[in-house]
Protein backbone atom coordinates (compact mmCIF):
# COMPACT_ATOMS: atom_id res chain seq x y z
CA UNK A 1 0.00 0.00 0.00
CA UNK A 2 1.19 3.62 -1.16
CA UNK A 3 1.55 5.80 2.32
CA UNK A 4 1.19 8.78 0.19
CA UNK A 5 -2.20 7.72 -1.13
CA UNK A 6 -3.71 6.65 2.01
CA UNK A 7 -3.99 7.49 5.81
CA UNK A 8 -2.55 5.54 8.49
CA UNK A 9 -5.97 3.64 8.88
CA UNK A 10 -5.48 2.46 5.96
CA UNK A 11 -8.73 4.04 3.98
CA UNK A 12 -9.08 5.82 1.34
CA UNK A 13 -9.33 9.68 1.66
CA UNK A 14 -12.50 9.31 -0.22
CA UNK A 15 -13.80 6.70 2.17
CA UNK A 16 -12.02 7.91 4.96
CA UNK A 17 -15.04 9.46 7.68
CA UNK A 18 -15.59 13.25 8.36
CA UNK A 19 -13.34 14.21 11.68
CA UNK A 20 -15.69 15.75 14.36
CA UNK A 21 -14.28 18.08 16.95
CA UNK A 22 -16.26 18.10 20.87
CA UNK A 23 -14.47 20.11 23.41
CA UNK A 24 -17.62 20.99 25.03
CA UNK A 25 -20.99 19.25 25.62
CA UNK A 26 -22.72 23.05 24.98
CA UNK A 27 -20.93 23.81 21.52
CA UNK A 28 -22.33 22.49 18.24
CA UNK A 29 -20.35 19.57 16.87
CA UNK A 30 -18.50 20.67 13.96
CA UNK A 31 -17.85 18.39 11.29
CA UNK A 32 -15.64 18.95 8.42
CA UNK A 33 -14.50 16.74 5.81
CA UNK A 34 -12.03 16.86 2.66
CA UNK A 35 -14.63 17.42 0.13
CA UNK A 36 -16.22 20.55 2.52
CA UNK A 37 -12.69 22.47 2.63
CA UNK A 38 -12.64 25.28 0.21
CA UNK A 39 -11.45 28.79 0.34
CA UNK A 40 -12.19 31.05 2.89
CA UNK A 41 -11.45 34.91 1.75
CA UNK A 42 -12.74 36.02 5.46
CA UNK A 43 -14.28 35.50 8.62
CA UNK A 44 -17.76 37.69 9.70
CA UNK A 45 -17.37 37.61 12.96
CA UNK A 46 -18.72 39.07 16.38
CA UNK A 47 -16.73 41.54 17.61
CA UNK A 48 -16.51 44.36 19.89
CA UNK A 49 -15.98 47.84 18.58
CA UNK A 50 -12.90 48.47 20.72
CA UNK A 51 -11.28 45.38 19.84
CA UNK A 52 -12.47 46.56 15.97
CA UNK A 53 -10.90 50.20 17.05
CA UNK A 54 -7.80 48.85 18.19
CA UNK A 55 -7.37 46.53 15.09
CA UNK A 56 -7.53 49.23 12.57
CA UNK A 57 -4.83 51.27 15.55
CA UNK A 58 -2.29 48.66 14.72
CA UNK A 59 -2.96 48.02 10.89
CA UNK A 60 -2.12 51.94 11.17
CA UNK A 61 0.76 51.40 12.76
CA UNK A 62 1.68 48.56 10.69
CA UNK A 63 1.64 50.43 7.20
CA UNK A 64 3.27 53.58 8.27
CA UNK A 65 6.08 50.86 9.73
CA UNK A 66 6.74 48.19 8.14
CA UNK A 67 9.22 48.25 5.21
CA UNK A 68 8.43 45.33 3.34
CA UNK A 69 6.03 46.26 -0.09
CA UNK A 70 4.50 42.96 0.19
CA UNK A 71 3.83 43.02 3.56
CA UNK A 72 2.50 46.73 3.42
CA UNK A 73 0.48 45.38 0.28
CA UNK A 74 -1.29 43.24 2.79
CA UNK A 75 -1.93 45.27 6.09
CA UNK A 76 -3.07 47.78 3.58
CA UNK A 77 -5.73 45.78 1.77
CA UNK A 78 -6.96 44.62 5.14
CA UNK A 79 -6.86 48.03 6.72
CA UNK A 80 -8.72 49.58 3.67
CA UNK A 81 -11.77 46.85 4.05
CA UNK A 82 -11.96 47.65 7.70
CA UNK A 83 -12.11 51.72 7.58
CA UNK A 84 -14.73 51.19 4.94
CA UNK A 85 -16.94 49.29 7.81
CA UNK A 86 -15.58 52.04 10.49
CA UNK A 87 -17.16 54.33 7.97
CA UNK A 88 -20.21 52.85 8.22
CA UNK A 89 -20.59 52.20 11.37
CA UNK A 90 -18.61 54.89 13.07
CA UNK A 91 -19.15 58.22 10.94
CA UNK A 92 -19.06 62.08 12.51
CA UNK A 93 -18.21 60.42 15.62
CA UNK A 94 -16.73 63.16 17.91
CA UNK A 95 -16.33 61.39 21.23
CA UNK A 96 -14.96 58.55 19.66
CA UNK A 97 -12.41 60.27 18.16
CA UNK A 98 -11.02 61.17 20.96
CA UNK A 99 -10.86 58.19 22.43
CA UNK A 100 -9.56 56.33 18.95
CA UNK A 101 -6.85 58.83 19.26
CA UNK A 102 -5.73 58.23 22.44
CA UNK A 103 -5.73 54.68 21.80
CA UNK A 104 -3.37 55.13 18.65
CA UNK A 105 -1.05 57.31 20.84
CA UNK A 106 -0.93 53.74 23.16
CA UNK A 107 -0.32 51.31 20.45
CA UNK A 108 2.18 53.52 19.01
CA UNK A 109 3.55 53.20 22.93
CA UNK A 110 3.51 49.74 22.89
CA UNK A 111 4.71 49.60 19.41
CA UNK A 112 7.97 51.57 20.57
CA UNK A 113 8.24 49.15 23.61
CA UNK A 114 7.88 45.88 22.32
CA UNK A 115 10.85 47.14 20.23
CA UNK A 116 13.39 47.85 22.71
CA UNK A 117 12.08 44.56 24.12
CA UNK A 118 13.62 42.90 21.13
CA UNK A 119 16.16 44.80 20.94
CA UNK A 120 17.21 43.57 24.63
CA UNK A 121 16.55 40.28 23.66
CA UNK A 122 18.65 40.27 21.00
CA UNK A 123 21.36 41.93 22.76
CA UNK A 124 20.70 38.98 25.15
CA UNK A 125 20.38 42.19 27.97
CA UNK A 126 18.08 41.10 30.63
CA UNK A 127 18.89 43.61 33.19
CA UNK A 128 17.07 46.37 35.37
CA UNK A 129 16.03 48.45 31.54
CA UNK A 130 14.59 44.71 30.20
CA UNK A 131 12.33 44.35 33.58
CA UNK A 132 11.67 48.20 33.41
CA UNK A 133 10.46 47.90 29.91
CA UNK A 134 8.58 44.71 30.25
CA UNK A 135 6.96 46.40 33.11
CA UNK A 136 5.80 49.11 31.03
CA UNK A 137 4.70 47.12 28.65
CA UNK A 138 1.57 45.19 30.61
CA UNK A 139 0.70 48.32 32.46
CA UNK A 140 0.47 50.34 29.16
CA UNK A 141 -1.30 47.47 27.87
CA UNK A 142 -3.53 47.62 30.88
CA UNK A 143 -4.36 51.29 29.75
CA UNK A 144 -5.07 49.96 26.30
CA UNK A 145 -7.93 47.77 27.82
CA UNK A 146 -9.38 50.52 29.32
CA UNK A 147 -9.62 52.73 26.78
CA UNK A 148 -11.34 49.79 24.71
CA UNK A 149 -13.66 48.75 27.24
CA UNK A 150 -14.49 52.89 26.99
CA UNK A 151 -15.41 52.46 23.71
CA UNK A 152 -17.20 49.70 24.18
CA UNK A 153 -19.24 51.37 27.39
CA UNK A 154 -19.41 54.16 24.61
CA UNK A 155 -20.94 52.30 21.89
CA UNK A 156 -23.20 49.78 24.21
CA UNK A 157 -21.33 46.57 23.48
CA UNK A 158 -22.82 43.50 23.96
CA UNK A 159 -19.76 41.84 23.37
CA UNK A 160 -17.72 42.86 26.81
CA UNK A 161 -14.21 41.99 26.46
CA UNK A 162 -12.60 40.30 29.98
CA UNK A 163 -9.17 40.68 31.24
CA UNK A 164 -7.98 38.01 33.90
CA UNK A 165 -4.52 38.74 35.43
Known sequence: MDNAM?????????????????NDERRPKLTFSAAARRPVRSVPMPVSPGE?????SILSLKRDRIT???QRGHVERELELLEQIHCQLFEN????????????????????LEEKLRRFESDGDFGADFVETARRVY??????ADLK???NELLHSVIIEVKSF
Open 93 to 112: RDDLEVLSSELDEINAILWG
Open 139 to 144: LTNDRR
Open 149 to 151: RQI
Open 68 to 70: SAE
Open 6 to 22: HPPNGRSPQTTPPTTFM
Open 52 to 56: FIDKI
